[in-house]
C-alpha cells in the first residue's frame, strides 16, 4: 500500500537553530501534502498544506516565515522550522493523499532546548 | 466550540469488556467521517471509515447519525491490545483535503 515517510524522526536541537523535516511519498506522487503538529495530550492540528509547485497554504495563527514548506517535487515536502525555540517543541506530522485515503507519515519529534 | 469533540477519558475497561467511544462534530457540511488510532508516540492509523448504514470490521462498530452529527465506535471483547488512544475524525470535503482531528480518547484495556 502507499507510504509516507518523514526524516528524521527525532531531533534534539538549540534554541536558535534551524531544524528541516522531510516528508515523502514512497509510491505515488502527492500534488498535496499537509503538515500537522500534535502537542502533549492535544489533538493533531493542521499547520499547513504544501502545494506542489506553488506557495504553501497556512492555517490561522500558524507563521509562514517561522514554518518554511517547499514542495519541490511530486514526491517531496520539507518544512523548516526557523529559529526553533522551546515552544516549538511538538510531534511534527506529515499526510499524503492517494483518492480518499491519508496516509501519515511516522512523524517527527523536536524537542528544542 | 470545537469542530470534533470527542468523550473525555481515560477509559480504564477489563480485558472482554464492550466500550463505546462517542464524537460529535459541529460541521453539517462535513462529507468523511473516520475512526484512527493513535499509539504512543506514533502517528495516527486508520482504523475505519463511518458509513450512515452503520459498517463493521471484526469487534469494531461504527455509526454515523447525520441528523444529530454524532459518530460512534464500538469495540467487542476487548483485547489488551486494542490499548491506545482512539481519534474521531472528520473530513470537511471529499477527496484529498486536510482531516480534522478530535482530542482522542484514551482506552487502556487491563488483564
Known amino acids: 500500500g502507499a507510504v509516507v515517510s518523514q526524516h528524521p524522526s527525532r531531533v534534539i536541537c538549540k534554541s536558535g537553530t534551524s531544524v528541516k523535516i522531510e516528508c515523502r511519498s514512497l509510491?505515488?506522487?502527492?500534488?498535496?501534502m499537509f503538515w500537522y503538529r500534535q502537542f502533549p495530550k492535544q489533538s493533531l492540528m493542521l499547520m499547513a498544506t504544501?502545494?506542489?509547485?506553488?506557495?504553501?497554504?497556512?492555517e490561522q495563527g500558524v507563521e509562514k516565515d517561522k514554518f518554511l514548506i517547499n514542495h519541490a517535487s511530486l514526491t517531496l515536502s520539507t518544512l523548516t522550522v526557523t529559529s526553533a525555540h522551546p515552544e516549538d517543541s511538538s510531534f511534527y506530522i506529515c499526510s499524503a493523499g492517494a483518492l480518499e485515503t491519508q496516509y501519515f507519515g511516522p512523524g517527527t519529534r523536536l524537542l528544542v532546548l | 466550540r470545537k469542530e470534533v469533540e470527542q468523550d473525555p477519558g481515560p477509559f480504564n475497561v477489563p480485558e472482554g469488556a464492550t466500550v463505546a467511544f462517542n464524537c460529535t462534530y459541529s460541521n453539517s457540511a462535513s462529507q468523511s467521517f473516520f475512526w484512527y488510532r493513535q499509539d504512543c508516540r506514533k502517528e495516527p492509523k486508520l482504523l475505519m471509515s463511518?458509513?450512515?448504514s452503520g459498517n463493521e470490521d471484526g469487534r469494531f462498530t461504527a455509526q454515523l447519525n447525520r441528523a444529530s452529527q454524532y459518530i460512534s465506535l464500538l469495540i467487542r471483547d476487548s483485547k489488551l491490545s486494542d490499548s491506545a488512544t482512539y481519534l474521531c475524525?472528520?473530513?470537511?470535503?471529499?477527496?484529498?483535503?486536510?482531516?480534522?482531528f478530535g482530542k482522542g480518547t484514551r482506552l487502556s484495556v487491563i488483564a
Open positions: 475524525v472528520v473530513n470537511r470535503s471529499r477527496g484529498n483535503t486536510p482531516l480534522v
Open positions: 463511518v458509513y450512515s
Open positions: 504544501s502545494n506542489e509547485g506553488s506557495k504553501a497554504t497556512y
Open positions: 509510491d505515488f506522487q502527492a500534488t498535496t
